[in-house]
């Protein structure tokens, strides 16, 4: 049975009252250093999976997602546009010879909304355990223990007055350690706004309490970040798009990120992708240059992306995505 205009009114104005003040408490828990407090005292940052790019193109972008790509591993990074994507993504992530982080995400719609599901799991050898939340290092440095990571998410999205989008992300998340396990849920919320050719997302992400594991207290990698793309244009016989992020970590760091996508389609329904991309790296174990192409064929796209790091091995990411 439908709802009148007037009760789907009522409900609107429900979920957007609720809404903002929400999105305020979680922006405020995200930007403070604290984001969550263990019972014993924090020892360092985990939660890779968290940490780590969750999507292959955003990855070639110095991990600033596209947010006019409507992929379904936006589902990862801007909540508020779950309603935008379509299909599904998949990705495997190889650090070095040791780390494998592998993602999967699609997309569905529910009459009141868009929702989407994303799996992420990762294994690596080492402490599981690091004094700043800048993590990926130490996937890709074989020493310690094997570390375990998964994460299953469940977002729901919906677009308020006509105006702005908003959405929000449950996590599930389990790290297993030599020394122990531990679980908890954590959560993503955002809004987004299109302005002309170019769109705007504000997201705080991995907000909840912190993990513990034999006394030993485990921060979560929470962030607040702020992403602006912008839509495709010309530039002569190639297309050409820009994306940026401006990501708080928990610590205080400020971390800019950008990159820009060259394609070229010779014959419709076939295009060819070069990406690049530029961020901020402040522990010294990565290169902050990233690049990456892609081939699409109809509905389906194949991508890979790359980032040399200073300790044992590389990132090397390979995708693949259907819509």
């Known amino acids: 049975m439908g709802l009148n205009p007037e009760m789907e009114w009522t409900a609107g104005s429900i979920a957007a009252r609720g809404a903002v003040p929400l999105l305020l408490a979680a922006l405020a828990s995200g930007a403070g250093p604290g984001g969550g407090a263990a019972q014993s005292r924090p020892e360092g940052y985990g939660a890779l999976v968290l940490e780590a790019p969750a999507s292959v193109e955003a990855a070639a972008y ?68 690091a004094p700043g939340p800048d993590l990926q290092g130490a996937a890709a440095t074989p020493d310690g223990s094997p570390v375990t990571e998964f994460a299953a998410s469940l977002g729901y999205a919906r677009e308020l007055f006509g105006v702005f989008g908003a959405g929000i992300v449950a996590k599930y998340l389990e790290l297993q350690f ?6 908890a849920v954590v959560l993503d919320v955002g809004v987004a706004r299109e302005f002309g050719p170019t769109m705007v997302s504000l997201a705080a992400r991995n907000l909840g309490s912190d993990l513990e594991l034999h006394g030993r207290g485990v921060r979560i990698p929470t962030q607040l970040a702020l992403g602006v793309s912008t839509e495709r244009f010309e530039v002569g016989e190639l297309d050409m798009f820009l994306t940026s992020q401006l990501l708080r970590r928990r610590d205080g760091e400020i971390i800019p990120a950008g990159g820009v996508e060259l394609s070229y389609w010779p014959v419709q329904g076939y295009t060819f992708r070069l990406r690049a991309g530029l961020q901020r790296v402040v522990e010294d174990e990565r290169s902050p240059f990233t690049f990456g192409f892609a081939f699409t064929g109809d509905a389906l796209t194949v991508e890979y992306a790359f980032q040399a790091f200073d300790v044992d091995g590389d990132a090397h990411r390979l995708g693949l995505s259907f819509r």
Do not use: C, H, W
């Not at 600033?64 to 309603?83: E, K, M, T």
């Not at 030599?178 to 679980?183: H, K, Q, T, V």
């Open 62 to 129: 110095g991990n600033a997602p596209y947010l006019f790509g409507g992929g379904s591993d936006l589902l990862f990074y801007a909540p508020a546009l779950i309603a935008r994507a379509d299909g599904m993504a998949s990705g495997l992530q190889r650090y070095g010879s040791e780390g494998t982080l592998a993602t999967l995400a699609g997309k569905g719609a529910v009459g009141l909304g868009d929702f989407a599901v994303g799996l992420q799991y990762l294994r690596y050898s080492g402490r599981g355990i």
């Open 178 to 183: 030599a020394r122990g396990l531990d679980r």
